[in-house]
């Protein structure tokens, strides 16, 4: 069975200051990886997705991650932080083929201090 | 207007008392999905469908029974509600797919149920 391991349960950083959220991921076969953002009071949304190609991917407001097949990881980063960014973070794995059930982390609370 | 609706949004009961959560979208997606969200455990998927006649428990399904009553239509059940289905409850949807291939989920605005 596949399953989603994020390492931080709760981060906080100040404005400007470089984000790197853990992912890891244990499934034998071909994955998709995704990482959803759930900002306060509200329901998730996609931040990025990784199918094929590139393992570099970039995603809206400036995330981007990188799939690294060996290490079965799928890290967040982001080069500077800022206050709005405060959410909560999941990542995602699914299987490529036949029934693609998604598996979701625990999530990272975030918490940018202006 | 929302592509995932969900009703009610909020709602408080007591033990014993059945509950219906609904869930309609207009995505036009056949596969439809129920969370339920915990602090600390993530999303945990309940139940999913992937058409109107193909229905499947996910990994939390006891105490919950599903409803595809339509295409667009997804209703989620606690035939007799306990205290630790206390929950915020996410309904989504996603397209099909190739093999191969995946499309990501769209949630709705969730439901927040507090069982007393």
């Known amino acids: 069975a596949q399953s989603v391991s994020q390492h931080n349960h709760h981060v906080i950083l100040s404005e400007a200051a470089s984000l790197e959220l853990g992912c890891n991921y244990s499934?034998?076969?071909?994955?998709?990886l995704f990482w959803y953002v759930q900002y306060p009071g509200q329901h998730l949304q996609l931040l990025l997705k990784y199918f094929s190609g590139d393992p570099l991917v970039k995603g809206i407001k400036g995330f981007e991650a990188e799939f690294i097949k060996s290490k079965f990881s799928f890290n967040l980063r982001k080069p500077s932080v800022q206050w709005s960014d405060t959410a909560e973070y999941f990542c995602?794995?699914?299987?490529?083929?036949?029934?693609?059930?998604?598996?979701f982390g625990t999530g990272t609370k975030l918490q940018v201090i202006p | 207007d929302a592509d995932v609706t969900q009703t009610p949004r909020n709602r408080i009961t007591k033990t014993g008392k059945r509950i219906m959560l609904e869930c309609s979208q207009t995505k036009g997606h056949d596969r439809m999905y129920w969370y339920r969200q915990d602090p600390g455990l993530g999303l945990r998927l309940i139940y999913y469908?992937?058409?109107?006649?193909?229905?499947n428990k996910g990994e939390i399904s006891d105490g919950y029974s599903v409803s595809r009553q339509a295409q667009a239509k997804f209703s989620l059940s606690l035939e007799s509600a306990i205290p630790n289905q206390t929950a915020l409850y996410f309904c989504?949807?996603?397209?099909?797919?190739?093999?191969?291939?995946?499309?990501?989920?769209?949630f709705g605005p969730g439901t927040r149920l507090t069982v007393l």
């Open positions: 499934y034998g076969g071909t994955v998709n």
């Open positions: 469908s992937f058409d109107v006649k193909d229905i």
């Open positions: 989504a949807t996603s397209a099909h797919t190739d093999r191969g291939s995946y499309n990501e989920q769209f």
């Open positions: 995602a794995v699914t299987n490529s083929g036949g029934y693609q059930k998604v598996t």
